[in-house]
């Protein structure tokens, strides 16, 4: 096992079908990846997204105490 898996210790359950199971993997094989890394490089942008401001420097509004982003309304800093 990789350096990099090995960091990964936490586990997650999500119940699907049987039918979802095997379309997921299918795909995962097609993509030539695992399913843990598909559904990973899934969920990751939409966390990103979520979680942490990911639009351009001109959408924010700065002064020298803090700033904020226009498009989503988040303190930055």
Same mark, same amino acid.
């Not at 299918?26 to 843990?36: K, Q, Y």
């Not at 942008?45 to 979680?51: A, C, G, M, N, R």
């Given at each position: 096992?990789?350096?990099?898996?090995?960091?990964?210790?936490?586990?997650?359950?999500? =119940?699907?079908?049987?039918?979802? *199971?095997?379309?997921?993997?299918?795909?995962?094989?097609?993509?030539?990846?695992?399913?843990?890394?598909?559904? *990973?490089?899934?969920?990751?942008?939409?966390?990103?997204?979520?979680?942490?401001?990911?639009?351009?420097?001109?959408? =924010?509004?700065?002064?020298?105490?803090?700033?904020?982003?226009?498009?989503?309304?988040? =303190?930055? *800093?």
């Amino acid at each position: 096992m990789s350096e990099t898996e090995e960091s990964k210790t936490a586990q997650i359950l999500v =119940r699907i079908s049987e039918e979802e *199971r095997d379309e997921w993997k299918a795909a995962a094989e097609v993509l030539g990846t695992s399913m843990s890394d598909l559904i *990973r490089n899934s969920v990751a942008p939409i966390v990103q997204e979520t979680l942490h401001c990911i639009h351009p420097e001109e959408f =924010r509004l700065v002064y020298p105490w803090s700033e904020f982003c226009k498009k989503c309304d988040t =303190r930055l *800093r």
